[in-house]
């Protein structure tokens, strides 16, 4: 699976923002997707993850609320719908496709997307 992440950009603190995810090959729909961002400085952190069917989704705390993961399978993609972004949300971006729920199985990754966020 070939992952190409998208939608990332310059936007001011309470604007909103939403990445994609689009992914090659015909077995998207057997993954499980989440996204990742990886702050200067800091380690790469698991921000939203969604099961095959998109049933189930699990938020870092830090954006529970705000950030929305959905996938849309007739499409192959993944999107994660960021509002009310904070300065502390910059970061660069990146998708994942899992073989489960957890943020430590990842089997492919796509290429990051840079979020900032002003003041």
């Known amino acids: 699976v070939q992952l190409q992440a998208s939608g990332g950009g310059l936007v001011q603190a309470g604007g909103s923002l939403r990445l994609s995810c689009a992914a090659s090959?015909?077995?998207?729909?057997?993954?499980?997707m989440g996204w990742f961002r990886q702050a200067p400085g800091k380690e790469r952190e698991s921000v939203a993850t969604?099961?095959?069917?998109?049933?189930?989704?699990y938020y870092a705390d830090s954006v529970k609320g705000r950030f929305t993961i959905s996938r849309d399978n007739a499409k192959n993609t993944a999107y994660l719908q960021m509002s009310s972004l904070k300065p502390e949300d910059t970061a660069i971006y990146y998708c994942a496709a899992l073989s489960s729920m957890s943020s430590r199985s990842v089997d492919y990754w796509g290429q990051g997307t840079q979020v900032t966020v002003s003041s």
């Open positions: 969604i099961s095959r069917s998109g049933g189930s989704t």
């Open positions: 090959g015909r077995t998207f729909s057997s993954y499980y």
